[in-house]
């Protein structure tokens, strides 16, 4: 099996009928140095930042909607989560990114992980404990 830069794929322009993106994500909890260096590894991203990787799934995305065909359909994994204290809205960016390049959001569908994360060590929350992800389903808007 070969791999490729997922930011720079080898295929023609639409030449799937569907097309399944599953970005790498921060791991839960994975903002240590030993998590995040490991994530990277495994991924082969050279970025050392959450804005950096941020940008690097934008451009997956941008390479997965080129390779999907005009009638086809793109499936994208996407899941919001906080990091840092603070919330990161990647779901609605994701969305948005595609939009703007000429998709429409054709259907959601919501993956329960569990009961979420966190647990003994949460004295006070703060926020909605994220423990979903959302299988995004968009198709070319000429349809």
Same mark, same amino acid.
């Given at each position: 099996?070969?791999?490729? $830069?997922?930011? %720079?794929? *080898? =295929?023609?322009?639409?030449?799937?009928?569907?097309?399944? =993106? $599953? *970005?790498? =994500?921060?791991?839960?909890?994975?903002?240590? =140095?030993?998590?995040? $260096?490991?994530?990277?590894?495994?991924?082969? /991203?050279?970025? &050392?930042?959450?804005?950096?990787?941020?940008?690097? +799934?934008?451009?997956?995305?941008?390479?997965?909607?080129?390779?999907?065909? *005009? $009638? @086809?359909?793109?499936?994208?994994?996407?899941?919001?989560?906080?990091?840092? @204290? #603070?919330?990161?809205?990647?779901?609605? #960016? +994701?969305? %948005?990114?595609?939009?703007? /390049?000429?998709?429409?959001?054709?259907?959601?569908? +919501?993956?329960?992980?569990?009961?979420?994360?966190? @647990?003994?060590?949460?004295?006070?929350?703060?926020?909605?404990? #994220?423990?979903?992800?959302?299988?995004?389903?968009?198709?070319?808007?000429? &349809?």
């Amino acid at each position: 099996m070969s791999t490729h $830069d997922f930011t %720079a794929l *080898p =295929y023609a322009d639409g030449e799937f009928d569907v097309v399944c =993106y $599953d *970005p790498p =994500y921060i791991p839960q909890g994975g903002t240590g =140095y030993s998590a995040l $260096d490991e994530f990277r590894n495994r991924f082969g /991203l050279l970025q &050392r930042n959450e804005d950096g990787l941020l940008g690097t +799934i934008m451009a997956g995305a941008s390479e997965a909607a080129r390779v999907t065909h *005009p $009638d @086809g359909v793109l499936c994208v994994k996407a899941m919001d989560f906080v990091n840092g @204290g #603070r919330f990161r809205d990647w779901t609605y #960016r +994701i969305h %948005a990114h595609l939009i703007e /390049l000429g998709m429409v959001l054709h259907d959601e569908v +919501i993956h329960n992980a569990g009961s979420g994360p966190g @647990g003994h060590n949460i004295e006070a929350a703060k926020r909605a404990r #994220r423990c979903h992800s959302k299988l995004l389903v968009f198709t070319w808007s000429h &349809r």
